[in-house]
């Protein structure tokens, strides 16, 4: 069992940045796929981007490709999300997920976790 809190979240102006954190309780978060999902509202959670175990993998979505960078450290058993050039449709509760997968594979279906955070409000305005 694992237990997920978010910060970091807040207000910004479009172009602007902000980094997300996610602290894990529990042990063995080493062993985790970590994750990063967002739901806008009236709309369904939508995959933004995986990380591996060590985090020499990740998966991201093509609408953050090239604006957002995901890493962990374990040692911390923390996952950032370091958010530039934010657009207004970035705008989002964004959530932390953690993935039990014997054999590390990333995953950008919300079913495939196994834990989630509560979220935390990202706004960013034109």
């Known amino acids: 069992q694992v237990q997920l809190v978010e910060s970091g979240g807040g207000l910004v102006q479009a172009g602007g940045s902000l980094r997300l954190s996610c602290a894990a309780s529990?042990?063995?978060?080493?062993?985790?796929?970590m994750g990063w999902f967002r739901q806008a509202p009236g709309k369904e959670r939508e995959f933004v981007v995986a990380?591996?175990?060590?985090?020499?993998?990740?998966y991201y979505a093509d609408s953050v490709k090239g604006r957002f960078t995901i890493s962990r450290d374990n040692a911390k058993n923390t996952v950032y999300l370091q958010m530039n050039s934010l657009k207004p449709e970035d705008t989002a509760v964004y959530y932390c997920a953690a993935r039990v997968s014997p054999l590390g594979l990333l995953d950008s279906r919300a079913g495939a976790y196994d834990y989630w955070g509560q979220g935390t409000q990202v706004t960013v305005s034109s």
């Open positions: 990380i591996s175990w060590s985090g020499g993998s990740t």
């Open positions: 529990g042990r063995a978060f080493s062993s985790y796929v």
